[in-house]
């Protein structure tokens, strides 16, 4: 993939940060995902996994924007995001995955909810309120758990959603 396709690639993942739609990821767009993760899995903000998730989403949002907003102004825009992904992400997507990882361990602790592990219909609700298409949810959630025993672990989580975000195949 060149270097044009990747950026049209990462600029497509733009979307997916911006809940609100309002052209630029900011701290609300993460704290937004988060109270629809607690309301979608019935779990309260003051409870230690909803406190845990909020603490994740601030931490991601933090690690995004430290390696995306350039301006400094607590808003990363698309180009931002684009420039962000390509110049700083591309060749280590594990940094990606290490920013995300405490809103992620945060949301499997949710989505988890017989203590087994997340399984693929939890994962598909989660990709559901962060804003996936309901048939690639689907799919996705499916595809997760690559080795069928009907529980996806963290690990693989975290690789997929590094994947997804960053590195550079189609």
Request: hydrophobic letters at 40%.
């Amino acid at each position: 993939m060149d270097s044009a396709e990747y950026e049209r690639k990462i600029a497509s993942r733009f979307a997916a940060f911006d809940q609100d739609g309002n052209g630029y990821i900011d701290r609300e767009d993460f704290s937004g995902a988060a109270a629809a993760l607690l309301a979608e899995f019935s779990t309260t903000a003051r409870c230690d996994k909803g406190q845990a998730l909020y603490s994740g989403a601030e931490a991601f949002w933090q690690g995004m924007a430290g390696i995306a907003d350039v301006d400094g102004d607590q808003r990363v825009t698309r180009q931002e995001f684009i420039t962000g992904a390509v110049k700083r992400l591309r060749d280590n997507p594990q940094r990606f995955a290490e920013i995300a990882r405490p809103f992620l361990h945060a949301v499997i602790a949710i989505a988890d909810e017989d203590g087994g592990g997340v399984t693929p219909s939890a994962a598909e609700r989660v990709l559901r309120v962060l804003g996936v298409d309901p048939g690639l949810a689907v799919k996705v959630g499916k595809a997760l758990d690559a080795d069928g025993d009907g529980r996806i672990t963290e690990e693989e989580i975290l690789a997929a959603f590094a994947s997804y975000y960053v590195t550079p195949e189609p």
